[in-house]
């Protein structure tokens, strides 16, 4: 099993930049696809971007694309979130996941989950 833990939000201007991380428990971490989701009230939890096990390849909704950038640090068992140019409809709980697949974008397709970590964007 792997638990994911998330932290690094909080509340920030419009236009401005934060940096999630999401540590992974286990040595296996290396073995699986890390994603992003965010949740909004009242909105389906949505897909944002996803990292392949090695790292070498990235995936990301629209919305985010050039905006967003997911990394990850195989030996750290970290990956990250980089948000810039924050807009007051990112604001939301972001969450990390794990599955053993590449390409999964649809929160069941997810095997483990963090707790989350609220960011908010204020106009």
């Known amino acids: 099993q792997v638990q994911l833990v998330e932290s690094g939000g909080g509340l920030v201007q419009a236009g401005g930049s934060l940096r999630l991380s999401c540590a992974a428990s286990g040595r296996t971490f290396s073995s699986y696809t890390m994603g992003w989701f965010r949740q909004a009230p009242g909105k389906e939890r949505a897909f944002l971007a996803a990292?392949?096990?090695?790292?070498?390849?990235?995936y990301y909704t629209d919305s985010v694309k050039g905006r967003f950038t997911i990394s990850r640090d195989n030996a750290k068992n970290t990956v990250y979130l980089q948000m810039n140019s924050l807009k007051p409809e990112d604001t939301a709980v972001y969450y990390c996941?794990?599955?053993?697949?590449?390409?999964?974008?649809?929160?069941?397709?997810?095997?483990?989950w963090g707790q989350g970590t609220q960011v908010t964007v204020s106009s």
């Open positions: 996941a794990a599955v053993s697949r590449w390409r999964e974008s649809r929160p069941d397709q997810y095997e483990y």
């Open positions: 990292i392949s096990r090695g790292g070498a390849s990235t």
